[in-house]
């Protein structure tokens, strides 16, 4: 486990992705300054953020948590089922919102 923030481990799986600190910016929805931060061990990451890092980089979120330094967080794995829920309530949501912008559009002005 690093002890502190492994830039150099970062950097070189961003470049193996063909991306960039400011695409691992983006996903967290993190400023260039707030990356900037996290690269230099003066912010942390949540296990949410882990989770996020695990996906764009293609590395699990245990080696993700592992080089973010001792404090961060692994993510808990959720079930199967737990995720099929999630996903679930989510398209239900859209459902809704696609029906209140198809009435509002209905609505004359």
Do not use: C, H, N, Y
């Not at 992705?17 to 996903?27: E, F, K, P």
């Not at 080089?67 to 239900?92: I, Y």
């Amino acid at each position: 486990m690093a002890l502190f923030f492994d830039s150099a481990w970062f950097d070189a799986r961003l470049k193996a992705a063909g991306l960039a600190r400011a695409d691992a910016a983006a996903a967290l929805g993190l400023s260039a300054e707030e990356i900037s931060e996290l690269w230099k061990d003066q912010r942390e990451l949540s296990a949410g953020d882990v989770r996020i890092l695990a996906g764009l980089l293609a590395a699990p979120p245990a080696e993700i948590a592992s080089r973010a330094g001792v404090s961060t967080p692994v993510p808990k794995e959720l079930p199967a089922d737990a995720l099929a829920e999630r996903l679930e309530r989510v398209e239900r949501a859209l459902a809704e919102i696609k029906a209140l912008l198809l009435e509002l559009r209905a609505k004359p002005r």
